[in-house]
């Protein structure tokens, strides 16, 4: 049994270790080392290669409570994932891609390597896709570089749109004028640009036509330029809309498009535009598509277990039905 020493700041103690020692548990328990708390100094006992693992972990989670991160049980599981595999290096990386500043003063980063290459995908490219499962983000971080695109001047415009299938994009039986009928399709959009923005600076852009929220059916016929324009739950577009949005793509503009395949409320027998644009676009110059993952799920950890579980139960009927 070998043994290592790491200094670490008395102040962030607590965080590290988290309530009732559980962050360290769950390390100890990881790599059948035992971790002791011996003032400004931790000691690892162990064997050598569970001792180096267990070290970077711990390096990694210093870093992320050193820059004013929060650490649970999700990140750390994250951090022990991407470290099994080798990718200490890229993981503290994260913490210094800072996205925007939300109204409350909390810095916007990415959690995860997808959630990173995403973000690197969207600086680069006129259009993405962003595809994966509930929680990984797409939505949101979409929403954070629109913003500060914007705010950069480097788009006039922030576009937001939605197809909104629950009404069949047949919205006139709805109560209200056309922006009470579809903010029930838009909301999540909403609580996004007010959490980032704040609600009195997304209102005045909003009246201005700097931002403009609308259902996809309103974007045809139209050319968008110098916008930033995210289509989000894509997956519910057929293959014509999505082929109408791709093509309103003006001078200046970019486009995130993001949709979870597994979540599509199509009629049956209808095909999704966001199935086949990925596979039509994959190797277009100025087209990337980004997959997340459940391990790119920042959502509750009981999410991943589900998308997981989900995942082998489809898995296991499509070899059934083979």
């Given at each position: 049994?070998?043994q290592?020493k790491?200094q ?9 270790f988290?309530?009732?020692d559980s ?10 080392v035992?971790?002791i708390?011996r003032?400004?100094?931790i000691d690892?006992?162990?064997e050598s290669?569970d001792?180096q ?7 990694s989670?210093i870093?992320l409570i050193e820059?004013?991160e929060?650490i649970d049980t999700?990140?750390i599981?994250y951090?022990i994932?991407?470290i099994n595999e080798?990718k ?7 913490k210094?891609d800072?996205?925007?500043?939300t109204?409350n003063?909390?810095a916007l980063k990415p959690?995860?390597l997808g ?9 680069k490219?006129t ?10 983000g ?15 001047g ?5 576009i937001?749109?939605r ?6 994009e047949n919205?006139?039986f709805?109560?209200g ?5 579809v903010d ?7 609580d996004?640009?007010?959490e980032i923005?704040?609600a009195?600076?997304f209102?005045?852009?909003m009246?201005?036509?700097a931002?403009e929220v609308?259902?996809?059916?309103y974007?045809r016929g139209r050319t968008l330029?110098?916008?930033?324009i995210v289509l989000?739950?894509?997956q519910n577009?057929t293959?014509?809309q999505m082929?109408m949005f791709?093509?309103?793509l ?11 395949v597994t979540?599509i409320d ?8 966001l199935i ?9 110059e100025?087209v990337k598509i ?5 391990k790119?799920?920042?959502r509750?950890?009981?999410v ?9 139960y489809?898995?296991?009927?499509e070899k059934?039905?083979?």
């Amino acid at each position: 049994m070998e043994q290592q020493k790491i200094q670490i700041s008395a102040n962030i103690i607590s965080s590290l270790f988290g309530s009732f020692d559980s962050n360290i548990k769950k390390i100890e328990d990881e790599y059948n080392v035992s971790i002791i708390n011996r003032g400004d100094d931790i000691d690892i006992l162990g064997e050598s290669r569970d001792i180096q693992k267990a070290v970077n972990v711990i390096n990694s989670l210093i870093q992320l409570i050193e820059s004013g991160e929060s650490i649970d049980t999700q990140s750390i599981n994250y951090i022990i994932t991407e470290i099994n595999e080798d990718k200490a290096e890229e993981v503290n990386k994260l913490k210094d891609d800072v996205i925007c500043m939300t109204i409350n003063g909390r810095a916007l980063k990415p959690k995860t390597l997808g959630q990173k290459y995403y973000i690197d995908s969207i600086r680069k490219n006129t259009v993405v896709f962003g595809v994966g499962p509930a929680g990984t983000g797409k939505t949101y971080l979409a929403m954070a570089m629109a913003i500060t695109a914007f705010k950069n001047g480097d788009v006039n415009r922030i576009i937001l749109t939605r197809p909104a299938i629950e009404a069949g994009e047949n919205l006139g039986f709805l109560p209200g004028d056309l922006q009470d009928k579809v903010d029930p399709y838009l909301r999540p959009l909403y609580d996004a640009l007010y959490e980032i923005m704040g609600a009195e600076t997304f209102l005045k852009n909003m009246e201005k036509g700097a931002i403009e929220v609308a259902p996809l059916a309103y974007m045809r016929g139209r050319t968008l330029d110098n916008s930033f324009i995210v289509l989000d739950e894509a997956q519910n577009t057929t293959p014509e809309q999505m082929k109408m949005f791709l093509t309103r793509l003006g001078y200046g503009s970019k486009a995130v498009v993001t949709g979870d395949v597994t979540q599509i409320d199509l009629p049956r027998g209808k095909k999704s535009g966001l199935i086949e644009a990925v596979k039509i676009l994959e190797d277009v110059e100025g087209v990337k598509i980004c997959t997340l993952t459940n391990k790119d799920v920042v959502r509750h950890p009981l999410v991943q277990r589900i998308i997981s579980a989900y995942e082998a139960y489809e898995k296991a009927n499509e070899k059934s039905d083979k």
